[in-house]
C-alpha cells in the first residue's frame, strides 16, 4: 500500500481549517493543521510534505510571505494559495512567486478535493520527469565514451566516484582523447546535472576578449563595451564552467580565477562591486601545468587549486582495443545521419587501423571514418580507401595490430553490455529493444542466444 500524500494546512480561521484537514483526511490524505502562520513555516521540513495549502490574509506572517519562505526552501513542492479576496492583482503575485493554484472562498469540499489532486498529480509528474531526465542525461553521457580497456574502465570507475563530490578536476590528456567528454560525464552525474554546462577553450581568443568573456563586463569599461555583459561564469551560476586548455590563461586572468576558487567571487571588468556566484570549475590541459608552474607561466597556487583531482586520459595508441568499438560507433552515427549501410571495416583496413598509432588520438578517428564513408563505394571501408586518408607503411598492412581474437573479445564485451543496458531499458520487451537498436527482432534473438542472456534477468 503506498503511503498516504502530506499536506500541510494553514489558515487562522480555526473553524475552516478543521473542516478542511476532515474533507482531506476522509479522502485518504495524511494533514497536518495549523492556524498560526509561523509554526507552520519553522515546522516545515522539504522531505516531510508534498503539498501546501495557505490562506493569503492572515495575521503576522502573510500567506505570500509563507509562499516565498516555503518556495526558497522546497521549489518543487506545490503550494495553492486561498482567498477570499482574490483580486487579478493579488493572483499575479502569488502566481510569480510560485504558487501553483488560487481557491477563492467560499467553496466546496468538491472543488477543495479537485484542486488538491490537479496540484499533486502536476507535482508528481515534474518529479517523474526530472528522474528520468537525470537517468537518461547521466547514461547519454556515460555512453557517449566508447571502450573496453582496463585503463578506460578504471577511470571512469573514478569520473562516477569525483562526479558527486563539488570539487575541481584537472583532465589531461593529448588532443583529441576526448577532455571535454570526461567534463561532461562529471556534470551530468553531479548534483549540478540540471544546470548549465559551459565550455569555453582558454586558446582560441586574445586575452582582453578572454577576460571579458569569462568575467563579463560593464558598460563603458573599455572601447565597444556599449552594455553591461554577463561573463560565462555568471552565466554557470549553479552549474559548471570548464575551462579547456586552461595553461593557455594569462596571467591576469589567472589571478582572478584564483580569486574566484577562493572567495567564490569576482570582479567584473569596470566594476568595484564583486559579483558572488556557485559554479563548479572542471579544467583540462595537453601540456605540462607543473612546467609552466617551473617555468612562471602559470602560478602555483592557482595549479593546486584547478588539481585536486587528476584524471589523466591515455591516448587511443595504448587503448589499441577500443579502435574496433569506436570505429564501429562512428560507422553507425554515420550510416544513421546519412541512411546508409555500411557494415564496417575491411579485415585489412581493420588491422591497418588498429596498427596506426593515431597521433590525433578519436577526433583524427573519427574525421578519417567520415572521410572514408563519403568516398567509399563498397558496403565496407577497404584498406585502399583508408591508406589516402592516413600513412600505412608497407609493414603493417600485413601486420597484425589488432588480433581477430582481440577484437572479437572486446566487441563480444561491448554488445554483451549493450544488450543487457537495452533489454533493462525496455523491460525485456524484444520488440522494443529491436526498435531501440534499429535491429530486426530476429538479429536481437540471435545475439541473446549467442551471449546466453535471458531477458527475464534483465527486464
Not at 19 to 38: H, N, Q
Not at 218 to 240: I, S
Request: proline share 4%; glycine share 6%.
Amino acid at each position: 500500500m503506498m503511503n498516504p500524500k502530506r499536506i500541510m494546512l494553514i489558515d487562522n480561521e480555526e473553524g475552516l481549517c478543521r473542516m478542511m484537514e476532515a474533507v482531506l483526511v476522509d479522502s485518504g490524505y495524511a494533514v497536518r493543521a495549523f492556524t498560526r502562520s509561523f509554526e507552520a513555516v519553522e515546522a516545515f521540513r522539504p522531505d516531510q510534505w508534498d503539498l501546501v495549502i495557505t490562506d493569503i490574509k492572515m495575521p503576522g506572517m502573510d500567506g505570500l510571505e509563507v509562499l516565498e519562505r516555503i518556495k526558497t526552501r522546497a521549489p518543487a513542492v506545490p503550494v495553492v494559495m486561498i482567498t477570499a479576496f482574490a483580486t487579478v492583482e493579488m493572483s499575479i503575485q502569488a502566481l510569480r512567486k510560485g504558487a501553483y493554484d488560487m481557491l477563492t472562498k467560499p467553496f466546496e469540499p468538491e472543488e477543495l478535493l479537485y484542486r488538491v489532486k490537479n496540484a499533486l498529480k502536476h507535482s508528481q509528474l515534474l518529479e517523474e520527469n526530472r528522474e528520468l531526465r537525470r537517468e537518461l542525461v547521466g547514461k547519454f553521457r556515460f555512453d557517449k565514451i566508447i571502450g573496453a580497456s582496463p585503463g578506460l574502465k578504471k577511470l571512469l570507475e573514478t569520473v562516477e566516484k569525483v562526479a558527486i563530490r563539488d570539487t575541481s578536476v584537472l583532465i589531461t590528456g593529448e588532443s583529441g582523447t576526448g577532455k571535454e567528454l570526461i567534463a561532461q560525464a562529471i556534470h551530468y552525474n553531479s548534483p549540478r546535472q540540471d544546470k548549465r554546462f559551459v565550455a569555453i577553450n582558454c586558446g582560441a581568443l586574445p586575452e582582453t576578449l578572454l577576460e571579458s568573456e569569462l568575467f563579463g563586463s560593464k558598460k563603458g569599461a573599455f572601447t565597444g563595451a556599449t552594455e553591461n555583459r554577463q561573463g560565462l561564469l555568471e552565466a554557470a551560476d549553479g552549474g559548471t564552467l570548464f575551462l579547456d586548455e586552461v595553461g593557455n590563461l594569462p596571467m591576469n586572468v589567472q589571478k582572478t580565477l584564483l580569486r574566484f576558487l577562493q572567495e567564490q567571487e569576482f570582479l567584473r571588468i569596470g566594476e568595484t562591486r564583486p559579483t558572488k556566484v556557485n559554479v563548479r570549475i572542471l579544467s583540462a590541459t595537453n601540456s605540462d601545468l607543473r612546467t609552466g608552474v617551473e617555468n612562471g607561466s602559470f602560478r602555483e597556487d592557482l595549479y593546486y587549486r584547478l588539481n585536486v583531482v587528476n584524471l589523466h586520459l591515455p591516448p587511443l595508441r595504448e587503448r589499441r582495443e577500443d579502435i574496433p568499438l569506436l570505429a564501429t560507433s562512428f560507422i553507425k552515427s554515420q550510416n544513421e545521419k546519412f541512411v546508409t549501410a555500411f557494415t564496417g571495416l575491411s579485415p585489412e583496413a581493420h588491422r591497418a587501423a588498429c596498427s596506426f598509432d593515431w597521433p590525433g588520438n578519436i577526433r583524427q578517428l573519427r574525421n578519417v571514418i567520415e572521410a572514408c564513408m563519403a568516398v567509399e563505394s563498397g558496403e565496407t571501408i577497404s584498406l585502399a580507401v583508408l591508406k589516402r586518408f592516413i600513412e600505412i607503411p608497407a609493414s603493417d598492412e600485413e601486420g597484425d595490430g589488432c588480433p581477430e581474437s582481440e577484437y572479437a573479445a572486446a566487441l563480444s564485451r561491448f554488445e554483451t553490455n549493450y544488450l543487457k543496458e537495452l533489454l533493462k531499458k525496455t523491460g525485456g520487451n524484444i520488440e522494443a529493444a529491436a526498435r531501440e537498436a534499429g535491429m530486426n527482432m530476429a538479429t536481437i534473438y540471435r545475439k541473446l542466444k549467442k551471449y546466453d542472456i535471458r531477458r527475464e534477468d534483465h527486464s
